[in-house]
């Protein structure tokens, strides 16, 4: 246990965003050697969106906290000269200090219709609900569910290898991608197991360096890391059913995820990501990343 309290640890998020927003690193309390990464890039402290924002928009505030590990994860929207963005952002804590802090920031240069910013104005209720204590999920057993949704995805050949609520929805990059309509995207239509079970995501080769860092057991929610390899080699997709489907990923890249899983009864009741495009196959600063010392 780091004896820090969730308050203490929303309350840290909300004070490094403060700062971030004021651009004044100093405002912030950081330990003599931190490590701060933004886009899968390790920075110095005071560089990167430090250098660019210009407002944290009200409204979206989806926050978690894993108390016995003093780590709190923050998704939301930010602002570069009016230019609006979504974030995720997950921190470690020591004590008074901060040690790590990962960021992902989805701008208007991504594949297909991300980042969605319209209607993404406040976080949906399952996801800042607590879990009713006889529904709720240990920490290793929150861990393995969220992964059997990476082992899901990978490679998804139909194979659940997690459950599911009937009603959970997923959304990525502010984009609703379950029980809805996109067009010329026609699986969005079906809730999230029907999905796999066609085995449309045939064409994700490998979701690597999976790491589990914030698991919020009073929320239900796990804060994941990781990415999704695509080698673009599979561009014609027969669904289990029979019909013939195009990928939409034609040359290799790989995607850098912050994703939260919310666990009710065992089941995923509900996902949310925040990724962005990096080189395919891009290595994680986050394996082996030597800390920076911080000057002055």
């Known amino acids: 246990m780091t004896g820090l309290t969730r308050a203490e640890l929303y309350a840290r998020a909300d004070a490094y965003l403060d700062a971030l ?16 990464t933004e886009n899968n890039v390790q920075l110095n402290i005071g560089d990167g969106l430090w250098n660019t924002i210009s407002a944290r928009r009200p409204g979206y505030d989806l926050k ?33 200090e901060i040690t790590e802090i990962e960021t992902i920031i989805s701008r ?19 996801m800042l ?5 006889n529904e709720r999920s240990s920490r290793e057993d929150m861990i393995a569910i969220a992964d059997g949704y990476f082992e899901t995805l990978e490679l998804n050949d139909g194979t659940l290898h997690v459950d599911f609520t009937d009603d959970c929805d997923r959304i990525e990059n502010g984009l609703q991608t379950t029980n809805t309509q996109i067009e010329g995207y026609p699986i969005a239509s079906m809730g999230t197991a029907a999905q796999f079970r066609l085995g449309q995501y045939i064409y994700d080769d490998r979701l690597r360096d999976r790491r589990y860092p914030l698991v919020d057991e009073e929320k239900g929610i796990v804060c994941a890391a990781g990415f999704i390899d695509h080698a673009g080699k599979v561009v014609d997709v027969t669904w289990t059913d029979g019909s013939k489907h195009k990928s ?17 009864g065992g089941k995923i009741a509900g996902v949310e990501a925040v990724f962005v495009t990096v080189p395919y196959n891009m290595v994680s ?9 911080v000057e002055g």
Request: include cysteine; hydrophobic fraction near 45%.
């Open 64 to 96: 978690c906290a894993d108390v016995s590990t003093g780590q709190v994860s923050w998704f939301g929207l930010i602002e570069e000269y009016g230019n609006p963005a979504i974030m995720g952002m997950r921190m470690a804590c020591e004590g008074d």
């Open 108 to 126: 208007d240069m991504e594949f297909g219709p991300f980042p969605n910013i319209e209607g993404y104005d406040k976080p949906r209720p399952i």
């Open 129 to 133: 609900a607590d879990v009713p204590e």
């Open 285 to 293: 600063p986050w394996l082996g990343a030597q800390p920076y010392v």
């Open 21 to 36: 927003v004021a651009k004044d690193p100093s405002r912030i309390k950081l330990a003599d050697k931190v490590i701060f």
């Open 248 to 264: 939409m990923f034609t040359f290799p890249h790989s995607f850098v995820l912050l994703e939260l899983f919310k666990i009710v």
